[in-house]
């Protein structure tokens, strides 16, 4: 149980377009979700927080005009990386806790992870 | 502020036991997590501490320290597969902060 994709897995983009990251909880209700950059051998840096239907919650240093999150329903999350750069292309991470077993759990569980390229 | 510290790079022997240890100061405490990521994959779940002690699950067991702000990650029986880097993450209230992860090299 507790299982979280992500798609897509990797995307390569031009400079000046966005791209859309799904993550799906696949068998539990996911009240809350995160989402993780992670450069090259560097540690996961939360980006930002969402509970379903709130809007998200934004680490400082983190453009909520660029970095979009919707949280629209118990399963599925969002993030689209408006207008990308270079800069912007990472290993973005998203992470769900919630209902699991019938019980509230503070365990986040990893999707696969997306590696965006931006050329 | 929160600091969560864990060594950078450690190394050992296939089948020799390796304690990976994680310091933290937070203004909060609700766990602890331990979890393991292999290069260019996403973290998967090992442990979660709450209470003092030490938690056993196979060859991994993880202990905790509240009052010592204090944590290890114990792996037995090394094989070529846990070379991975190993991350612990202290939560507070919902948030949870990693650590820089630890990178674990097992030799033949």
């Known amino acids: 149980g507790a299982v979280v994709s992500q798609h897509p897995s990797w995307v390569i983009c031009k400079s000046g377009t966005s791209v859309k990251i799904e993550c799906r909880s696949l068998?539990?209700?996911?009240?809350?979700m995160f989402w993780y950059r992670q450069f090259p051998k560097q540690s996961l840096m939360l980006m930002a927080t969402?509970?379903?239907?709130?809007?998200?919650?934004?680490e400082q240093g983190v453009e909520k005009d660029k970095f979009l999150i919707n949280h629209a329903s118990l399963t599925l999350s969002t993030l689209t990386v408006t207008s990308a750069h270079p800069e912007d292309s990472s290993f973005y991470i998203c992470?769900?806790?919630?209902?699991?077993?019938?019980?509230?759990?503070?365990?986040?569980?990893f999707g696969p992870g997306t590696r965006l390229t931006v050329l | 502020g929160q600091n969560i510290d864990q060594p950078t790079e450690m190394t050992a022997t296939e089948g020799a036991i390796v304690q990976i240890n994680c310091t933290y100061q937070?203004?909060?405490?609700?766990?602890l997590f331990w979890y393991q990521q292999h290069a260019g994959e996403a973290p998967t779940f090992l442990s979660y501490?709450?209470?003092?002690g030490l938690e056993e699950k196979g060859r991994f067991s993880s202990f905790l320290s509240r009052s010592k702000g204090y944590s290890y990650l114990l792996l037995k029986e090394l094989q070529m597969k846990d070379s991975a880097s190993y991350l612990c993450?202290?939560?507070?209230?919902?948030?949870?902060?990693f650590g820089a992860g630890t990178r674990l090299t097992v030799k033949p």
């Open positions: 992470s769900a806790s919630g209902l699991a077993g019938g019980r509230t759990t503070d365990t986040q569980y």
């Open positions: 068998d539990f209700q996911a009240t809350t």
């Open positions: 969402s509970n379903e239907g709130s809007k998200a919650t934004y």
């Open positions: 937070t203004s909060g405490f609700n766990g």
């Open positions: 501490n709450v209470l003092d």
């Open positions: 993450a202290v939560v507070n209230n919902n948030d949870m902060r």
